[in-house]
C-alpha cells in the first residue's frame, strides 16, 4: 500500500512542475524547488507520513507545497520578521551576542512538507554557522514553533 501511495504522490507532484526532478528516497517524495517569496532553490521533501495514515491527504499535500513555494515576497518578509523577531527574543533571553541580524542571515535550503505541518530549514552563516533553524509553520503558513539545531545532531538523524 505504501508504494502505491508514493507512488501516486510522485505522480502527482511530477504533474505539478512544482519539483524539478522529483524521486522517491526514504518514504518520501524528494527534489529541489524554488521558493518565490525568498527568491531561493530549496530542497523539498514531500512526506505522506505512510507510517501514521494508510491514505494520506495526497490533495492536502500538493495545495500545502503550492502554498509555501507560491508565497509572494511580501507574506514572506512578514514570516521573516517574525522568526528574527522571535529568535532575537530568544537571544535576549538567554543573552547569546547577537552576531548578525537574522532578517538578512537566514536563507532558506529546505522544506518538510507533511500532512498537518510545513518546515522550512534555515542556514544561518553568521548567526548560527553550526545549526540550522527548522522553522515548523502550519498548513495556513502561520508560525508554530521554531527549533535550532545543532548541525551534527541533524546529520546524526540521517
Not at 25 to 35: C, K, M, S, T, W
Not at 73 to 86: C, K, M
Not at 110 to 126: L, N
Not at 128 to 155: G, K, M, R, W, Y
Amino acid at each position: 500500500m505504501s508504494d502505491s501511495v508514493l507512488n501516486d504522490l510522485l505522480t502527482r507532484v511530477t504533474e505539478s512542475g512544482l519539483v524539478d526532478d522529483p524521486v522517491i528516497e526514504d518514504d518520501v517524495v524528494r527534489g529541489e524547488a524554488y521558493l518565490t517569496g525568498a527568491d531561493a532553490e530549496v530542497e523539498i521533501d514531500v512526506d505522506p507520513e505512510i507510517d501514521e495514515t494508510d491514505e494520506p491527504d495526497l490533495d492536502a499535500l500538493l495545495a500545502a507545497v503550492s502554498r509555501v513555494l507560491s508565497t509572494d515576497e511580501q507574506s514572506w518578509r512578514a514570516l521573516l520578521e517574525e522568526v528574527a523577531t522571535e529568535i532575537e527574543d530568544a537571544l535576549e533571553d538567554e543573552e547569546i551576542a547577537k552576531v548578525a541580524d537574522p532578517r538578512v542571515d537566514l536563507e532558506p535550503v529546505g522544506v518538510g512538507v507533511f500532512v498537518d505541518a510545513i518546515i522550512v530549514v534555515f542556514v544561518g552563516e553568521k548567526q548560527f554557522p553550526d545549526a540550522l533553524v527548522h522553522v515548523q509553520l502550519t498548513p495556513e503558513l502561520e508560525v508554530e514553533d521554531i527549533e535550532i539545531v545543532n548541525d551534527s545532531e541533524d546529520d546524526d538523524e540521517d
